[in-house]
Each structure stands twice: as structure tokens, then as C-alpha cells.
């Protein structure tokens, strides 16, 4: 299947935010272009990207596999991720993703016999102060537990956008993996969502009340002599070095060596 005109001119919009010469640095967005269109990074998808960048499938493969938000097999138009890791599992996670892998009939890395869910363990989702946490699409539902999961699956069943917690509405994975290939959300309100909530920031909200402050900053780890001998050298460029002054610490040298 040949991609379409959009991905062929998307693709060149991506590829043009990046200098010349350094094409090869819009492979994750690109990955998840095809992503989008595939719900997926096929062979072709692989193969489209090695065409762009001018590279091979095997660099392209290589980082496609590399990185877990690069899918190998078609999601549905849901991804629903559980973490299971650490902090969350300590507050019930592993129950989370048990209820709604019993509620899909499905297990990890695997999709509803109709196509529409995917759902996968997911370490830390970098949200330990909300766990445990779910996403869909990656978004977050946060705080949740067995019951709330399932009312959030039971939503998706019935095609409703249940609200996440936090950041914008809900879109399906190919919208999502549009926005990852970096093209903003059309929505107006796709800007509009909660950000921070209390628990991210507690600490903060306590060192304010008790009158906390941070300690006076520590000292430099390159003594200052040192720094202003490489500040010089570095002014009077590499081919006049200058001396560093006795007892000052100098970590490396900046002359380079001739072959
Ligand atoms: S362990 Fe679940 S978000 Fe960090």
C-alpha cells in the first residue's frame, strides 16, 4: 500500500523544519507519521522512511524497534496503557490492568477481536505522584483504580472520549500519533485541558507554608582558577594554550593532537 499524497507532503513539511544535510534527525517524527496512517510501522512504513532520509531499512529498523511507543502490529483506535511498574503497582495497578485485561478479553500487546482496543503493560509512565496511573492514547486518567478503569473501557466500548484527568481531550491513536509526528491538535480545546494537579504540586505547596528555602547553592565542581585559565585558553584559541595556574585543577586538555 502506497502511502498518500497528505503523509508524502507532511513528511516533506517535517523533514524541511530540520538543516540541511542533518535530514536523518526527522526519523521519530517520521516514524510516527507512517504511524499514523498504519496505525503501525510496517515494513513499508521502514521502507518509506529509508526513502526520505536517504537511509537504510536496517537504520531505520533499528530505531523503529528500539523505542516501545513504535508499534509493530496494528493498534486499535485505542491504546490503553497500565502501568504496572513501581509506584503504581504498590497502589493497586497490577488489579487495574487484571479488570480490564478481563473486561477485553484480551492480554498485553493485544487488540479486541473488533479492532478498536490495544492494551499493553506500561513501565512508569512518569506520573508516580497520580499512580495508579492509565492513559489512553496517552493521556492520562490518573488515581485510578479496578473500577473506574473498567467505567473508562466501558465508555471507549460505547464510543464515547471519556475526559482524562489532565492535558487535552481524548483523540483516537492516529490523531495522537499525528501530534507525536508534530502537527498541533486542530482543536481548539485540544490546548485547553488542566495541567499540573495538586499532587505534583505538594512538596512545593508545603515548603511554601512552613517557610522552607533552598540551601545556599554548592560550591562549583571546577574551581574558579581553573575555569578562568580554560575561559583564556579558549579565547586565544586552541593553538596557544595558556598556562593554568599552579594549584588549579584542570580536568582535560582542549589541544587536539595531529595524526
Ligand atoms: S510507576 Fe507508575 S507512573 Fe511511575
Known amino acids: 500500500m ?11 513539511e517535517i523533514i524541511a523544519r530540520y538543516p540541511a544535510g542533518r535530514s536523518r534527525s526527522a526519523l521519530l517524527p517520521l516514524l510516527h507519521l507512517v ?21 537504510t531499512a536496517a537504520e531505520v529498523g533499528a530505531v ?32 487495574v490492568f487484571a479488570r480490564v485485561a478481563e473486561q477485553l478479553g484480551v492480554g498485553h500487546d493485544e487488540t479486541t477481536a473488533d479492532g478498536s482496543i490495544t492494551l499493553e503493560h506500561a513501565e512508569c509512565l512518569a506520573a508516580c505522584d497520580y499512580a495508579p496511573v492509565m492513559t489512553v492514547n ?9 473500577d473506574s478503569a473498567e467505567a473508562i473501557v466501558t ?31 486542530p482543536r481548539p480545546e485540544g490546548v485547553a485541558g488542566p495541567g499540573v494537579g ?34 583564556a585558553q579558549a579565547e586565544a584559541g586552541a593553538s596557544a594554550p595558556v598556562p593554568a595556574p599552579a594549584g ?12
Open 35 to 55: 504511524q499514523a496512517e498504519q496505525n503501525c510501522v510496517t515494513t513499508e512504513g521502514v521502507q518509506f522512511c529509508a526513502e526520505q532520509l536517504g537511509l
Open 198 to 231: 495538586e499532587p505534583s504540586v505538594a512538596g512545593l505547596l508545603l515548603a511554601e507554608a512552613d517557610g522552607w528555602t533552598a540551601e545556599q547553592a554548592p560550591a562549583p565542581l571546577v574551581p574558579a582558577a581553573a575555569q578562568a585559565s580554560k575561559d
Open 155 to 185: 465508555g471507549l466500548r460505547a464510543g464515547e472520549r471519556p475526559v482524562p484527568t489532565r492535558g487535552g481531550p481524548l483523540c483516537s491513536f492516529a490523531e495522537t500519533s499525528r501530534q507525536l509526528a508534530g502537527f498541533a491538535d
Open 2 to 12: 502506497a502511502f498518500s499524497p497528505e503523509t508524502h507532503a507532511a513528511a516533506a
Open 138 to 146: 496517552y493521556e492520562f486518567y490518573d488515581q485510578v483504580d479496578p
Open 64 to 95: 523503529a524497534t528500539f523505542y516501545t511507543m513504535y508499534k509493530r502490529r496494528p493498534v486499535g483506535d485505542y491504546l490503553v496503557s497500565v502501568c504496572t511498574n513501581l509506584s503504581c503497582a504498590l497502589l493497586g495497578g497490577d488489579e
Open 248 to 259: 588549579a585543577l584542570v580536568t582535560g586538555s582542549t589541544e587536539r593532537k595531529g595524526n
